[in-house]
């Protein structure tokens, strides 16, 4: 009898394999923007941003209106330090599909690289109303207002984002620096060993 656990290995195994042919693969046995967009995901997670954002271009001249093309090449851009066209592109992928929450919270991302906090607790505001347990919005909105001084509002969004997210490593780290700033050392510390056990278990 096939497990379950079986069927989901060879799926997994299946879709690298296609991955590893698509990244084989020449520009001419390449048949779609899908593609492109595959190949260009498996640069990417090679860390050639060059070649992946080449793939993206090829996928969106095919694909104009391609929103996954949009968010992986703008995804590419940040990754490269280019919040600028990063932007541009997460602005094209709203404009085509407004209700995507992640798009929102990885465009905050990128206007909090700028160092444009205000959008960028726009941007996480608009992803939280969207998804209301978006745990990632709310510790990204809580670091923009940690680096703003705002250690209060900083304290809510983290503690929300454990709330819904237990295992937030990010949060607890966030959450406990405020705590040592505050000058509560034992909240802080229970903080940190949260973290170190929340990664553990995520390996």
């Keep these: ?21 698509v990244a084989k693969a020449t520009d001419a046995a390449l048949q779609s923007a899908f593609d492109y967009v595959l190949r260009g995901n498996v640069y990417a997670g090679k860390g ?24 992986h090449r703008g995804r590419a851009y940040h990754d490269r330090g280019d919040f600028s066209r990063a932007i541009v592109d997460y602005d094209k992928a709203i404009a085509l599909r407004a209700d995507d929450a992640d798009i929102y919270n990885r465009r905050g991302v990128a206007y909090a690289g700028k160092g444009d906090y205000a959008r960028a607790i726009a941007d996480y505001d608009r992803a ?29 969004n983290y503690t929300k984002a454990i709330e819904l997210k237990p295992d937030h490593v990010d949060a607890y780290n966030a959450r406990g620096d405020i705590y040592k700033r505050m000058g509560d050392s034992k909240k802080a510390m229970a903080d940190y060993q949260r973290a170190i056990e929340a990664e553990a278990r995520g390996r």
């Design 48 to 71: 050639d941003g060059v070649r992946a954002i080449a793939d993206y271009d090829k996928a969106i001249a095919l694909e104009p209106d391609f929103t996954d093309a949009y968010i």
């Design 1 to 21: 009898m096939i497990e379950l656990f079986d069927v989901v290995l060879y799926d997994e195994r299946r879709a690298y394999h296609q991955e590893v042919q």
């Design 128 to 156: 939280i109303e969207l998804k209301p347990d978006y745990a990632d919005a709310y510790s990204n909105r809580g670091t923009i207002y940690q680096r703003k001084g705002n250690l209060i509002r900083a304290l809510v």
